[in-house]
């Protein structure tokens, strides 16, 4: 008797992670589809503007935005729709007394998020050049995306997709939503590890995938430890700024080599004090 009532205690357990597994992976997939419904829409109307454009030089010049800039523009009205609900999402997600605590970055807490990002981007290199060691294919790859994506001769768009729409949105839906939701079934280092995975997926690149993965885990690491995702955030905004305009200081390899040696060298003062404050 009491074997069969445990036996379906432990059922019923494997059902509620199941399930708190699949509503996990709800927060990608609502941004997947509000990407597909955009993407539909710009398609439509990349079509309808051929015709004016030939006639309008207004059209023609709207047409040509679309064209250069388009997947900015796309990305940011994405990321913007989904902000929309999934910040209430956020919040409804939240237990009671996480959302009643009053949360302040101070500003030694800038600074080390600051100096995380500064320091993950200098260590960067070195992963990226054990990937062209181990896998000059995937790299190559990865570099053909870079260059597509305008790494390396950033516009005004892409600045602002990468620094201020992706930081604040993927933080809310993986360190904030499918983290926070994987914790209510799961331990912290098996939702984290989860979150990460996904984050890691969708970039559909091995080395991006591979450099998200571990940078997830981090950025995870840090929502948990300060209990706030601004952190979070300053940290992904450093890092993309960063990746976007540190090829235009001298010797990049040694720049940030040096930038690894300075920024890790000032989070030693800071490793015992609390940063975040509540």
């Given at each position: ?8 205690k432990d059922?019923i ?6 399930l708190?597994?699949l509503?996990?992976?709800?927060p990608?997939l609502?941004?997947?589809?509000v ?7 710009y ?7 051929q015709?004016?454009a030939?006639m309008?030089?207004a ?9 250069s800039q388009g ?14 609900f999934?910040i209430f999402w956020y919040?409804?997600?939240l237990?009671?007394?996480e959302?009643d605590?009053a ?21 960067s290199i070195?992963?990226?050049m054990?990937?062209?060691?181990a896998a000059?294919?995937?790299?190559e ?8 994506m305008g790494i390396?001769a950033p ?7 990468g ?7 993927e933080?809310?839906?993986y360190r ?11 331990p912290?280092?098996?939702a984290?590890?989860?979150?990460a ?5 969708m970039?559909m ?9 571990l ?8 929502g ?26 001298p010797q ?14 000032a989070?030693l003062?800071?490793r ?6 509540y």
């Amino acid at each position: 008797m009491f074997g069969s009532l445990k036996g379906r205690k432990d059922g019923i357990e494997i059902g509620k992670k199941i399930l708190i597994f699949l509503y996990g992976l709800t927060p990608t997939l609502a941004w997947l589809a509000v990407q597909v419904i955009l993407s539909v829409g710009y398609g439509i109307s990349w079509l309808f503007l051929q015709g004016p454009a030939k006639m309008f030089p207004a059209a023609a010049k709207l047409l040509e935005l679309l064209d250069s800039q388009g997947v900015y523009l796309l990305s940011i009205l994405v990321n913007v729709i989904f902000f929309a609900f999934g910040i209430f999402w956020y919040r409804a997600v939240l237990k009671k007394e996480e959302r009643d605590t009053a949360r302040r970055l101070s500003l030694a807490g800038w600074g080390y998020g600051l100096c995380v990002g500064l320091a993950v981007q200098a260590v960067s290199i070195y992963f990226l050049m054990a990937a062209a060691f181990a896998a000059p294919s995937a790299m190559e790859e990865y570099g053909q995306l870079m260059d597509s994506m305008g790494i390396g001769a950033p516009t005004l768009l892409s600045l602002l997709y990468g620094t201020v729409a992706a930081p604040v949105v993927e933080e809310l839906i993986y360190r904030g939503l499918t983290l926070k939701i994987f914790q209510k079934a799961f331990p912290f280092w098996a939702a984290n590890v989860m979150q990460a995975a996904l984050f890691g997926l969708m970039h559909m690149n091995l080395i991006q995938s591979s450099y998200a993965f571990l940078l997830g885990m981090l950025l995870g690491w840090l929502g948990r430890k300060y209990g706030t995702l601004k952190g979070c955030i300053l940290c992904h905004f450093v890092i993309n700024l960063s990746g976007n305009l540190i090829g235009y200081l001298p010797q990049p390899l040694l720049t940030r080599f040096l930038l690894f040696v300075v920024f890790a060298a000032a989070l030693l003062p800071l490793r015992k004090k609390t940063l975040f404050k509540y």
